[in-house]
């Protein structure tokens, strides 16, 4: 099956600091991936919809300056938590539908962010 | 807004026995259902879908049946192996949409 890929996949970093995940579709295309959040032994909570070539869409509640999305290219999309604090600890996801299959999506492995 | 309630777990049987684990929604319109399986240390799979009422998705001795009348997509395998052992969720998209909503989240332990 298509494979949904995430960089890094574990971080720890010093409060203040900035830290960048990356999510790739290796071998599908698509216009449109998601990130999630997800807190220990909850559900996954929809952050933000990634657009290829426009500004991301964000979910009531959470900070766009916070948590910065590019869509770059067909096959990556990055979160930037920016100054980061030990609150925006968490586990987070990120997933794509392929182009050609839109009811369909495709998960990343998850990145654990620890801020200290 | 559009919602998903599970039942909460966490859930502990024993192999073979039989499993139903149920999913509530609350959305307008005709949403898609899903099932997404999460084992230790991966990303969440697929593990089945509906996307319209009356529809039974299956896949790995699983099924659920979209039921619109009850506002239902319950989990059920006759006869669990250790291997299903992971938390299952619960999801919609609503229609026309692409991004999901999920429910909580149910862990699933199941004991030789």
């Known amino acids: 099956g298509a494979v949904v890929s995430q960089h890094p996949s574990w971080v720890i970093c010093k409060s203040g600091t900035s830290v960048k995940i990356e999510c790739r579709s290796l071998d599908f295309q698509a216009t449109t991936m998601f990130w999630y959040r997800q807190f220990p032994k909850q559900s996954l909570m929809l952050m933000a919809t990634s657009n290829e070539g426009s500004k991301a869409t964000y979910e009531q509640g959470v900070e766009k300056d916070k948590f910065l999305i590019n869509h770059a290219s067909l096959t990556l999309s990055t979160l930037t938590v920016t100054s980061a604090h030990p609150e925006d600890s968490s586990f987070y996801i990120c997933?794509?539908?392929?182009?050609?299959?839109?009811?369909?999506?495709?998960f990343g492995p998850g990145t654990r962010l620890t801020v200290l | 807004g559009d919602s998903v309630t599970q039942m909460e777990g966490p859930v502990t049987l024993s192999e073979e026995a039989f499993l139903t684990i149920n999913c509530t929604y609350t959305a307008t319109g005709y949403p898609s259902l899903f099932w997404y399986v999460q084992y230790p240390g991966e990303g969440l799979q697929l593990l089945l879908k509906?996307?319209?009422?009356?529809d039974k998705g299956s896949n790995k001795g699983f099924e659920a049946t979209y039921r619109k009348e009850t506002t239902s997509f319950h989990l059920e395998k006759g006869s669990v192996q250790v291997s299903d052992s992971a938390v299952y969720f619960c999801?919609?998209?609503?229609?026309?949409?692409?991004?999901?909503?999920f429910g909580q989240g149910t862990r699933l332990t199941i004991n030789p």
């Open positions: 999801a919609l998209s609503g229609q026309g949409a692409q991004k999901l909503v």
């Open positions: 997933s794509a539908p392929p182009q050609s299959v839109t009811d369909t999506q495709y």
């Open positions: 509906a996307t319209k009422a009356d």
